[in-house]
Structures are given as C-alpha cells and as structure tokens.
C-alpha cells in the first residue's frame, strides 16, 4: 500500500507563486516517474509536469517556462514550483506515482488532491 500526502495548495493573485509538494510513503521499493495533474471545473484531468528517477522532465505547453517540476529521491517526495500564475491555472492539482512496491508488480497512486486559486 502506497500514500500520497499533498500540501501547497492555496490561493494566490495573479503572478504570484506556488510551491506545491507531494510525499509518498508505504511499500515502495522505487519510484519510476513522479507527475502532477490538475483538473479545473468542467475539464478533464490534464498532465502538468512529470520528472522520471533520473531527472528527465516532460512539462505541459500551457506551464513551460513557469512551472518547474523537482524530486527528491531519498525522501520519495515531489514538488511543483508554479511561479507567474494565471487565473486559467486554477484547478484542483493532484499527484500521481508510479513504481515498484517491495512485493512483485508495479503500483500507481493519486494525491487526494490540492486546490490552487488564482484570482485578483
């Protein structure tokens, strides 16, 4: 069994900065990629940013430039940077993880998910 404990979320004008951090505990034996979603009113569920063991990085077009997805690998945990925020960025934001666990096979688990505002 894997958990996933988010924090970070708030809210914010437009401009201003985020940092959202997502720590991952429970029967891990490694952690393949590392990613945030986030799913605003009335829209799917869209990938933000991911970052694999090694520190490669996939980011969506609408956050390149001002989003920056982190990971520390000792503590299991993810962050997401968010800085310049627009009023479209408002969203509920989860994290997802997708790894191997002590016992055989793979897992993938979700935050319970942090919302994030960003309004004048």
């Known amino acids: 069994q894997v958990q996933l404990v988010e924090s970070g979320g708030g809210a914010v004008q437009p401009g201003g900065s985020l940092r959202l951090s997502c720590a991952a505990s429970?029967?891990?034996?490694?952690?393949?990629?590392m990613g945030w979603y986030r799913q605003a009113p009335g829209k799917e569920r869209e990938l933000v940013a991911s970052?694999?063991?090694?520190?490669?990085?996939n980011y969506a077009d609408s956050v390149k430039g001002r989003f920056t997805i982190s990971r520390d690998n000792a503590k299991n945990t993810v962050y997401l940077q968010m800085n310049s925020l627009k009023a479209e960025d408002t969203a509920v934001y989860y994290c997802?993880?997708?790894?191997?666990?002590?016992?055989?096979?793979?897992?993938?688990?979700w935050g319970q998910g942090t919302l994030v505002t960003v309004s004048s």
């Open positions: 997802n993880v997708y790894g191997r666990p002590r016992a055989s096979g793979t897992f993938q688990a």
């Open positions: 429970g029967s891990i034996a490694s952690i393949y990629v």
């Open positions: 970052i694999v063991s090694y520190g490669s990085t």
